[in-house]
């Protein structure tokens, strides 16, 4: 191979961040039409809808990634989260300000995971499936959180000091939840595979009631695509 196509090969490797939700299973459906290696990271925080790791790891067979690692990573002291403490309830109405199931920092311990992976496999690109249209209001989210990570992570690495730039990529960013679910049916996302509920039953039902449930439902309602999603009721 030549060292032009080595270097192609290098920066056409990307990681991503894969919950098994419908956001981040898109972000990998993306990143897959425009050629990208993919190699796929799931995080077992504690979360109490954990359940969610077996749906991330159907979407990567699914998506015949180059490699999907679950990463262990205790969480659960962090108790001021709703998705961390069981006793804390999940809201089941929209509310002002940030929610309840905000977890302290966790797009930054989790893209910080991406961000090693990637060093050491020689890759530049990390995709997460943040979006600041439909979502919940956390802050790490907006793409000024996305701009000052990457500024950080081209200074904190070695891969960044020696020139080589590190990209954050957010294709979903400005997208409504409704254009998300129309271009994920475009490159062959699989929603019943993919689960976005905060309180799963233990059969893996959505609540239909939470956040991420409310605005999943209307994705698809917006949409005007049949919802594939086992909901309780």
């Not at 990529?169 to 976005?196: C, E, F, Q, R, W």
Request: a positive charge; proline letters at 3%.
């Amino acid at each position: 191979i030549s060292l032009f196509g080595a270097i192609f090969l290098v920066s056409k490797k990307a990681i991503i961040l894969l919950s098994g939700g419908l956001d981040s299973a898109t972000a990998l459906a993306i990143a897959i039409s425009e050629g990208y290696s993919c190699y796929a990271m799931s995080i077992d925080y504690g979360q109490r809808h954990n359940i969610e790791l077996i749906a991330a790891k159907k979407i990567a067979t699914l998506f015949k990634v180059e490699e999907f690692k679950i990463v262990n990573l205790d969480l659960s002291w962090l108790n001021s989260s709703a998705l961390t403490n069981n006793t804390i309830k999940i809201p089941e109405h929209s509310s002002k300000g940030i929610p309840v199931t905000y977890v302290p920092a966790r797009n930054t311990i989790l893209m910080s995971l991406a961000l090693a992976w990637a060093e050491n496999i020689d890759c530049r690109n990390i995709f997460i499936g943040v979006n600041a249209v439909d979502y919940s209001g956390y802050p790490d989210c907006r793409q000024e959180y996305i701009d000052s990570f990457q500024k950080m992570a081209n200074l904190a690495t070695k891969t960044g000091v020696e020139g080589s730039e590190i990209k954050i990529h957010t294709p979903l960013i400005n997208l409504s939840k409704a254009d998300i679910v129309t271009k994920g049916k475009k490159l062959g996302v699989d929603y019943s595979m993919t689960i976005s509920c905060y309180q799963p039953s233990p059969k893996g039902l959505s609540c239909a009631k939470c956040d991420s449930c409310r605005l999943r439902k209307k994705g698809f309602q917006d949409a005007r695509i049949i919802d594939p999603t086992s909901y309780i009721n």
